[in-house]
């Protein structure tokens, strides 16, 4: 397993993946806007380039937000997620960040685990955040603090709205 740098080529794949994976998908769109805005966007491949995982995480001023991450279900507890995290992190401490971010379904308890397990932290909950075809669910936001140094100004991954 090896981590890259994510490129337009790499889209279709990655959307196909994410599509499988998560209830509300990103698009092939979605993915090509943070790619273009300069978000840290990762994939995980194995020894014959096949994808097997992909993170997408942008700045905003000095915190990173993790905003999508997947691992393939062939290649589940293999230690993959933990490395996209761990790239992230490095990024990030790289950078003299202060935090990373991130908000996670209540009921996602392998990616709780994941978080609980690296070392996120509890925030808050932001109750019915997820919308549900029967009602709604809960989003846990996670926080992992960095030792931070410098304040990044936004730049072009900045707040979009
Ligand atoms: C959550 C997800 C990213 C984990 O990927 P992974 O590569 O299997 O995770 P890792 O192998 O790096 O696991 C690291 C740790 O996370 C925890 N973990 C991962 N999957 C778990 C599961 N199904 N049940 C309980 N704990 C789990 C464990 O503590 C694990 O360490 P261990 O294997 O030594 O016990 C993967 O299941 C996935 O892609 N799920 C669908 C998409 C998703 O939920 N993304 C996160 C959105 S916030």
């Not at 090896?2 to 337009?8: F, G, N, Y």
């Not at 933990?82 to 996602?108: C, F, M, P, Y």
């Not at 609980?116 to 955040?129: C, H, I, M, N, V």
Request: proline share 6%; aromatic share 8%; charged share 20%.
């Amino acid at each position: 397993m090896k981590i890259r740098s994510m490129l337009a080529a790499d889209l279709p794949q990655v959307a196909a993946l994410e599509a499988t994976l998560h209830p509300t998908p990103w698009s092939v769109a979605l993915f090509d806007e943070e790619l273009t805005l300069g978000a840290f966007c990762r994939i995980l491949e194995g020894a014959s380039g096949e994808l097997l995982g992909y993170s997408v995480a942008r700045l905003l001023v000095d915190e990173w937000h993790l905003l999508t991450l997947g691992i393939a279900p062939a290649c589940r507890r293999q230690g993959g997620a933990k490395r996209l995290l761990d790239d992230l992190i490095h990024h990030a401490n790289t950078l003299g960040s202060q935090a990373i971010l991130l908000e996670v379904r209540a009921s996602n308890l392998p990616a709780r685990t994941l978080y609980q397990d690296k070392g996120f932290q509890f925030l808050y909950t932001r109750r019915g955040y997820y919308r549900l075809d029967s009602g709604s669910e809960d989003a846990i936001l996670l926080i992992y603090p960095l030792p931070g140094t410098t304040g990044q100004s936004s730049g072009p991954n900045g707040p979009r709205g």
